[in-house]
């Protein structure tokens, strides 16, 4: 069974940091491209960024270029966003996903998500 | 402001035939393929559509979509109150770096 779990989620002051992490099991995690996905409360979907099966690639949303970093750990199965600089916009629950390529955006496998609370 | 645009609401009736939109332009819709996705209340988003009009397995034959030029359209049939939730489509968006595209999602009430 394929399974996302994703952790690191909290409360943090504007212009702090938080690592998330997405421990993946059931499937070759290192065979496939992932994504982060976040949703503020009460709003739509927002795709954050994308990494692909090997880590060479990234892609982040404008909103996020040059403050988050995407990363993975293929020995781990494991992937990270590391958030810095952090806004109140930022709030939202972050959902990591499988993606068949980071550019076809197909996820057919979601984590459950971790919450983001920017506040002073 | 989504890059995709969708309608905030739709309705309808059970056993009706309900149609959501999607429009974009030709650097998302028009020249990528288009995913369809549907979040239940307080749930993860699930794949409903892929590639534009396929279903993954375990979709129900009543859901259903196309493509044409910049605009995508997901059709639920024989619509059921369980079809109640917020559909999203996505799609890649080659502008300057390339990123992922979610329209603003549509809130589907079965009356």
């Known amino acids: 069974e394929v399974q996302l779990l994703e952790s690191g989620g909290g409360l943090v002051q504007p212009g702090g940091s938080l690592r998330l992490s997405c421990a993946a099991s059931?499937?070759?995690?290192?065979?496939?491209?992932m994504s982060w996905v976040r949703q503020a409360p009460g709003k739509g979907l927002e795709w954050v960024s994308g990494?692909?099966?090997?880590?060479?690639?990234?892609y982040y949303a404008d909103s996020v270029k040059g403050r988050f970093t995407i990363s993975r750990d293929n020995s781990k199965n494991t992937l990270y966003l590391q958030l810095n600089s952090l806004r109140a916009e930022d709030t939202a629950v972050y959902y990591c996903?499988?993606?068949?390529?980071?550019?076809?955006?197909?996820?057919?496998?979601w984590g459950q998500g971790t919450l983001v609370t920017v506040s002073s | 402001q989504p890059v995709l645009t969708q309608p905030p609401s739709a309705s309808g009736t059970p056993g009706q035939r309900v149609t959501l939109s999607c429009s974009g332009s030709?650097?998302?819709?028009?020249?990528?393929?288009v995913n369809w996705y549907q979040q239940l209340p307080g749930t993860a988003p699930k794949l409903l559509i892929y590639s534009n009009n396929q279903r993954p397995s375990g979709v129900p034959d009543r859901f259903s979509a196309s493509k044409s030029g910049t605009s995508a359209s997901l059709a639920i049939s024989g619509l059921q109150s369980e079809d109640e939730a917020d559909y999203y489509c996505?799609?890649?968006?080659?502008?300057?770096?390339?990123?992922?595209?979610f329209g603003g999602g549509t809130k589907l009430t079965v009356l």
């Open positions: 059931g499937f070759s995690f290192s065979s496939y491209a």
């Open positions: 990494i692909n099966y090997s880590g060479g690639s990234t």
């Open positions: 030709s650097s998302n819709i028009g020249s990528n393929t």
């Open positions: 996505a799609s890649w968006d080659d502008s300057q770096n390339g990123s992922g595209a």
């Open positions: 996903a499988t993606v068949t390529t980071v550019t076809t955006l197909r996820s057919d496998y």
